[in-house]
């Protein structure tokens, strides 16, 4: 039995060590907010906070979280996330959206420690994969959630 | 307008060719016309709930207000569920506020019958009658298949008349209905922000109070259009309907559906091409936790639990054993090797063949000559290939982020054994499509692996790994060319040949193999035997050599590889003749003033021919694709080998431009597609299979790549044309002519890699 919290309620799951997170989200959860891209942490769109790190989660064994606080997309009460969404249809950021999530709770993470990033540091954090190449409307949100204006 | 001007041998190889596919739209179709008309449909293509009274197979009016548009096409990223739905709000004066959208039925009305036209050799600003009657008769084929699919660019295209007309006679019906209540002449009344209104007396009635007796009003005829200058939505950056929902985790793809009782499912494919299984042994794997059954159909190895994750742990465990083929140790090389032989064996099809480019060749004063290369390309959408399917007795359901619904459909009920009407589809959003989606494959798996689970529904997910190497791959292309210089330092002729696996041939093969041909295909050479630059001897042929690698529709398709081949060289005869890049094709583009304007607009915004910093150099691209003109200037600079795009400079020619930000936001998306491929992009084969695997190995362009990308509109009132793939062609030989013009070093082959001391 693997005792966790996500998004501020308790949950408990009786499954193998080593299931990922990404999987006890998902299949065994029913939340779909976070996603499926690659299962070897390459393209983030499976990116949720483990007390508050931006992580990857289809390489986090769900052992390695007992005890600790899980936020996913789906959570709700951040007020950086808040501001970023915001942000995010304000530049009407996501095509296909598929990463969106992955990006959001990224760039949640990357405000919380450094709440004005520059473009530089924006390319160091932000290593989410995009197919339809959102790139230039996720830093242009970035830096509007962050109050700052856009690149430069 | 404008037409080329072929000689007699060139047009009538051509016009042969059309009236084939004239006389096989003819037979297929009858008498059935895709005119807007026919396409306005009722409630039995649109069925009503709730209330709901539906005034022609595309809107419905609830008693709430709230106004639910039919969106037949996929939304994979490009807008489609916002754009179709303003062509019709405009006309129908709603509240934008108002507007809901529903995914709409496969039925004939929502057949995409400009999908086609993408198959015939014609340019946007060609008007000539034959290009005129070939156009109908895609139109007419798409509408006689029912052919319900996503691509091509051509949603605007197809949804332009049909929408707008769905719109204005809804619009017609309800102020028809307004009039007959009042008792005044429906001509003294007006529609706007979904109230019908007589200015006269004041009297006002909501479309929701109408919409009951509008719906028993005659269907008006000659109803018109509005006047272009009076748009309240076309042409205005109207917010996206769907991203709300796709910044709070609760937007649905294909792979998050979720059904009571629902198995999981994962499969191991044979890793040479046309391998099979030939036998497994799964004692081990069935006695995992959570594992259900393990089966094998027709393309590979599945294992069915109750967990994704199980299920792919356990096929891990599965040893399988696979047939041999011949072409168990094929390479790239091999390929490429084959490919190299045939431009030297093969006099191939003629597409284009204006004046006399063998004479001129022989006669020139000087020969240029290149050869490029492109690689096999994955398309590695961000959404795992899926599908769910659930077949109980003689009712299959599924849900498929597919785009191609109508295919989909029946190949479910093929493979269910049961009649179309018995299957139920549900397209939910798709997480990336770039032509991949158009492929059924997964939904051929998925209602193989249902039909073993007595009524139960199973979700099938690939794995990244299969996702990459089971695709139908962009193709690699081969391209040979030949300039010839007179003595008086022009360029009098322009030959092209090119080696490639036809799409078109790969695609039909797959879904109905008695009716594959192999025979000329437009798609495999598009971009190459219509360039715009007005030489007065060209040559165009295409050879389509058979491999066994699976090919397939890629973002741009046959226009992905020609544009950086033909752009490429293009550049090298500036510098031949000694012109500026920029100018030497303006000075070839005078029977095209379309391209002219839009090179133009990409150069001038660039500042073409200003200085940069130290190190930085441009390149300039241009290049037509479904119906639209786009030309991009690329900012690059080069720092121990690699390459970084500072800056693109994008002019784009659609026509008539519905959502702004949609198009610009397209750009964007298509430049970066595009320039993923250029930089990194390459599929290799070794021993028969496919060498890369996941992201890692199939690199793309990430955030601290992205340059910076101005899109510019040349607005005009030209027909719509597509904003999905127009964008990505011009990418890769723009960021190549930058190259050139900072290093002198000519790229021949992508991805691009430089040869540094």
């Known amino acids: 039995m693997h005792t966790f919290n996500v998004n501020g309620k308790a949950v408990n799951l009786d499954v193998e060590d080593d299931m990922p997170l990404l999987w006890a989200l998902r299949d065994e959860l029913g939340m779909t907010g976070t996603k499926f891209g690659c299962g070897v942490a390459a393209c983030g769109a499976c990116t949720v906070h483990i007390d508050g790190v931006a992580t990857r989660s289809c390489v986090m064994p769900?052992?390695?979280?007992?005890?600790?606080?899980?936020?996913?997309?789906?959570?709700?009460?951040?007020?950086?996330?808040?501001?970023?969404?915001?942000?995010?249809?304000?530049?009407?950021?996501?095509?296909?959206?598929?990463?969106q999530s992955g990006m959001l709770m990224a760039a949640t993470a990357l405000l919380r420690q450094n709440p004005h990033p520059t473009d530089?540091?924006?390319?160091?954090?932000?290593?989410?994969?995009?197919?339809?190449?959102?790139?230039?409307?996720?830093?242009?949100?970035?830096?509007?959630?962050?109050?700052?204006?856009?690149g430069q | 307008m404008m037409s080329r001007s072929l000689k007699p041998a060139g047009i009538s190889r051509r016009q042969f060719l059309i009236a084939g596919t004239a006389v096989g739209g003819g037979l297929?179709?009858?008498?059935?016309?895709?005119?807007?008309?026919?396409?306005?449909?009722?409630?039995?293509?649109?069925?009503?709930?709730?209330?709901?009274?539906?005034?022609?197979?595309?809107?419905?009016?609830?008693?709430?207000?709230?106004?639910?548009?039919?969106?037949?096409?996929?939304?994979?990223?490009?807008?489609?569920?916002?754009?179709?739905?303003?062509?019709?709000?405009?006309?129908?004066?709603?509240?934008?506020?108002?507007?809901?959208?529903?995914?709409?039925?496969?039925?004939?009305?929502?057949?995409?019958?400009?999908?086609?036209?993408?198959?015939?050799?014609?340019?946007?600003?060609?008007?000539?009658?034959?290009?005129?009657?070939?156009?109908?008769?895609?139109?007419?084929?798409?509408?006689?298949?029912?052919l319900q699919v996503t691509g091509g660019s051509s949603s605007i295209r197809d949804a332009w008349e049909p929408l707008r007309l769905a719109g204005a006679t809804a619009r017609g019906m309800l102020i028809r209905a307004a009039a007959q209540k009042w008792k005044v002449r429906a001509d003294d009344c007006i529609a706007e922000n979904g109230v019908v209104i007589y200015p006269d007396t004041g009297h006002k009635m909501t479309f929701a109070e109408l919409a009951k007796s509008a719906a028993e009003q005659e269907v008006p005829r000659d109803v018109p259009f509005k006047d272009p200058s009076k748009y309240k939505l076309i042409g205005k950056p109207v917010k996206r309907l769907d991203i709300p929902s796709k910044t709070n985790g609760s937007a649905q793809f294909g792979i998050d559906t979720r059904l009571d009782g629902m198995l999981y499912a994962a499969i191991a494919q044979p890793p040479v091409f046309g391998s099979t299984v030939t036998s497994f042994d799964a004692a081990s794997a069935s006695k995992m936790r959570g594992v259900v059954k393990v089966i094998q159909i027709r393309d590979g190895v599945v294992v069915v639990a109750n967990s994704w994750w199980r299920a792919k742990q356990a096929l891990a465990e599965v040893k399988i054993s696979y047939s041999s083929?011949?072409?168990?140790?094929?390479?790239?090389?091999?390929?490429?090797?084959?490919?190299?032989?045939?431009?030297?064996?093969?006099?191939?099809?003629?597409?284009?063949?204006?004046?006399?480019?063998?004479?001129?060749?022989?006669?020139?004063?000087?020969v240029i000559e290149s050869t490029y290369w492109a690689p096999y390309l994955a398309h590695a959408a961000m959404e795992?290939?899926?599908?769910?399917?659930?077949?109980?007795?003689?009712?299959?359901?599924?849900?498929?982020?597919?785009?191609?619904?109508?295919?989909?459909?029946?190949?479910?009920?093929?493979?269910?054994?049961?009649?179309?009407?018995?299957?139920?589809?549900?397209?939910?959003?798709?997480?990336?499509?770039?032509?991949?989606?158009?492929?059924?494959?997964?939904?051929?798996?998925?209602?193989?692996?249902?039909?073993?689970?007595?009524?139960?529904?199973?979700?099938?997910?690939?794995?990244?790994?299969?996702?990459?190497?089971?695709?139908?791959?962009?193709?690699?292309?081969?391209?040979?060319?030949?300039?010839?210089?007179g003595k008086d330092g022009r360029v009098s002729a322009w030959s092209n040949k090119l080696v490639a696996q036809s799409i078109g041939y790969a695609s039909v093969k797959r879904l109905m193999p008695m009716a594959a041909a192999d025979t000329p295909d437009k798609n495999q050479i598009e971009g190459a035997f219509d360039i715009p630059y007005g030489f007065e001897h060209i040559s165009v042929k295409q050879v389509r050599p058979q491999v066994p690698v699976p090919v397939g529709s890629w973002r741009s398709v046959g226009h992905s590889y020609n544009a950086f081949f033909t752009e490429s060289f293009i550049d090298e005869l500036a510098y031949a003749v000694g012109q500026d890049p920029y100018a030497y094709r303006k000075s070839l583009l005078n029977e095209h003033p379309r391209h002219r304007i839009v090179l133009q607009t990409?150069?001038?915004?660039?500042?073409?021919?200003?200085?940069?910093?130290?190190?930085?150099?441009?390149?300039?691209?241009?290049?037509?694709?479904?119906?639209?003109?786009?030309?991009?200037?690329?900012?690059?600079?080069v720092f121990e080998g690699a390459v970084k795009v500072h800056r693109v400079v994008c002019a784009i020619d659609c026509g008539i431009?519905?959502?702004?930000?949609?198009?610009?936001?397209?750009?964007?998306?298509?430049?970066?597609?595009?320039?993923?491929?250029?930089?990194?992009?390459?599929?290799?084969?070794?021993?028969?299979?496919?060498?890369?695997?996941?992201?890692?190995?199939?690199?793309?362009?990430?955030?601290?790549?992205?340059?910076?990308?101005?899109?510019?509109?040349?607005?005009?009132?030209?027909?719509?044309?597509?904003?999905?793939?127009?964008?990505t062609p011009p990418i890769a030989p723009a960021v190549a002519n930058a190259i050139y013009a900072l290093t002198k070093q000519r790229i021949k082959s992508l991805p691009i890699r430089l040869n540094h001391a």
């Open chain 2, 28 to 146: 297929l179709v009858g008498c059935a016309s895709p005119s807007p008309e026919n396409r306005l449909g009722s409630k039995a293509d649109f069925p009503e709930a709730n209330g709901e009274i539906a005034l022609n197979g595309w809107v419905k009016i609830s008693p709430d207000g709230k106004v639910t548009v039919a969106v037949p096409r996929s939304e994979m990223g490009q807008g489609v569920l916002t754009s179709l739905p303003m062509l019709l709000v405009e006309e129908l004066d709603a509240r934008w506020e108002d507007v809901t959208v529903e995914q709409a039925p496969v039925a004939r009305i929502y057949a995409n019958t400009a999908l086609l036209i993408n198959v015939i050799p014609f340019g946007v600003d060609d008007d000539s009658l034959m290009a005129r009657v070939a156009r109908s008769s895609m139109q007419r084929m798409g509408y006689a298949l029912s």
């Open chain 1, 120 to 150: 530089s540091d924006i390319d160091d954090a932000m290593t989410n994969i995009c197919r339809c190449g959102t790139y230039q409307r996720v830093r242009a949100a970035i830096h509007t959630a962050a109050g700052a204006k856009g």
């Open chain 2, 657 to 727: 431009v519905v959502n702004p930000d949609t198009v610009e936001a397209q750009m964007q998306s298509s430049i970066v597609f595009g320039l993923s491929a250029a930089l990194f992009g390459e599929i290799t084969i070794a021993d028969g299979r496919v060498e890369q695997s996941s992201f890692p190995s199939y690199d793309v362009v990430h955030m601290s790549h992205m340059p910076k990308v101005e899109t510019h509109i040349v607005r005009n009132t030209h027909a719509p044309g597509g904003v999905g793939e127009p964008g």
């Open chain 2, 602 to 637: 990409a150069a001038e915004k660039a500042g073409w021919g200003k200085p940069l910093p130290p190190g930085v150099a441009r390149g300039i691209a241009l290049h037509e694709s479904f119906g639209s003109i786009c030309a991009q200037v690329a900012e690059v600079s």
């Open chain 2, 325 to 366: 083929t011949d072409h168990d140790k094929l390479s790239t090389a091999d390929i490429r090797k084959q490919f190299e032989q045939a431009l030297q064996d093969q006099s191939g099809f003629g597409f284009t063949n204006k004046g006399d480019a063998k004479d001129a060749l022989k006669d020139a004063a000087k």
């Open chain 2, 384 to 485: 795992p290939i899926n599908c769910v399917a659930q077949v109980q007795g003689k009712k299959v359901e599924i849900w498929a982020s597919t785009q191609s619904p109508s295919l989909a459909k029946w190949k479910a009920a093929q493979v269910a054994d049961v009649d179309t009407d018995q299957v139920t589809l549900h397209v939910p959003l798709l997480g990336g499509g770039f032509g991949r989606r158009l492929e059924i494959d997964m939904v051929e798996q998925a209602v193989a692996i249902a039909k073993e689970l007595d009524g139960k529904p199973v979700k099938l997910v690939w794995t990244r790994e299969e996702d990459t190497q089971h695709d139908m791959y962009r193709p690699a292309a081969l391209s040979h060319f030949q300039a010839a210089i």
């Open chain 1, 62 to 99: 769900v052992v390695a979280v007992a005890g600790k606080s899980v936020q996913t997309i789906e959570g709700q009460g951040d007020p950086i996330l808040a501001k970023l969404q915001a942000a995010w249809v304000e530049h009407q950021v996501p095509q296909c959206g598929y990463c």
